[in-house]
């Protein structure tokens, strides 16, 4: 099987790619429009900020290569939030594959404390609707980091609740999402990465 990592500004490429080393899949970590269109699967990582990533997209063309994809992709983080319809950071348009929008968190008045922003650490995750999650019980630990979520909407596949009810996972066709890490996740990430291996 190839699995093609793509390429791009953003940070969390290898720690993504150890994760699936783990596998004993050795994947192919590339900007090359070719070599991501003829990978069985694709994943689209990334931490970072939305608006100087879409312009790099936009620059190499891949904001026209990955909506068109056709094979399994799998976005995490910020390529979760690249991948819906607009972010309010820096008001970006973006990908378009999801129709929810990215909004920042906004802590409740007088929880500013309790409710820290970013969003760091691990918490839990329901209401699945992708086979991401099989095998899985709800209510599982993920970790997370993030100031930005995206709105639950139609193409929501797990809920999770801080501050506000916001996508954990979104699912679209062929296209997967997740604003957690599920390779900094523990054995669950793992179980998630083996279930989109095997889509």
């Known amino acids: 099987?190839?699995?093609?990592?793509?390429?791009?500004?953003?940070?969390?490429?290898?720690?993504?790619?150890?994760?699936?080393?783990?596998?004993?899949?050795?994947?192919?970590?590339?900007?090359?429009?070719?070599?991501?269109?003829?990978?069985?699967?694709?994943?689209?990582?990334?931490?970072?900020?939305?608006?100087?990533?879409?312009?790099?997209?936009?620059?190499h063309g891949l904001d026209q290569l990955i909506p068109s994809l056709k094979q399994p992709v799998l976005g995490i983080c910020l390529g979760l939030q690249l991948m819906c319809a607009h972010s309010e950071e820096n008001n970006t348009p973006c990908l378009g594959?999801?129709?929810?929008?990215?909004?920042?968190?906004?802590?409740?008045?007088?929880?500013?404390?309790?409710?820290?922003?970013?969003?760091?650490?691990w918490n839990s995750i329901d209401n699945y609707r992708t086979d991401l999650f099989k095998d899985l019980k709800t209510g599982q630990f993920v970790y997370f980091v993030h100031s930005y979520y995206a709105a639950t909407g139609a193409d929501t596949a797990a809920v999770c609740d801080y501050i506000t009810p916001f996508s954990a996972a979104l699912q679209k066709d062929n296209f997967y999402a997740t604003q957690f890490h599920p390779e900094k996740s523990g054995t669950v990430g793992a179980q998630i990465l083996e279930n989109f291996i095997a889509l």
């Not at 970590?29 to 790099?56: L, N, W």
Request: proline letters at 5%.
């Open 1 to 59: 099987m190839k699995i093609a990592i793509i390429k791009y500004n953003a940070g969390n490429i290898m720690s993504v790619d150890y994760a699936l080393q783990r596998f004993g899949i050795e994947a192919c970590i590339t900007p090359d429009h070719d070599e991501i269109r003829a990978a069985d699967k694709v994943i689209f990582p990334g931490v970072g900020e939305a608006s100087t990533t879409m312009q790099y997209l936009k620059e």
């Open 97 to 121: 594959i999801f129709k929810e929008k990215v909004k920042r968190f906004t802590p409740k008045a007088g929880e500013e404390y309790i409710t820290k922003v970013p969003h760091m650490g």
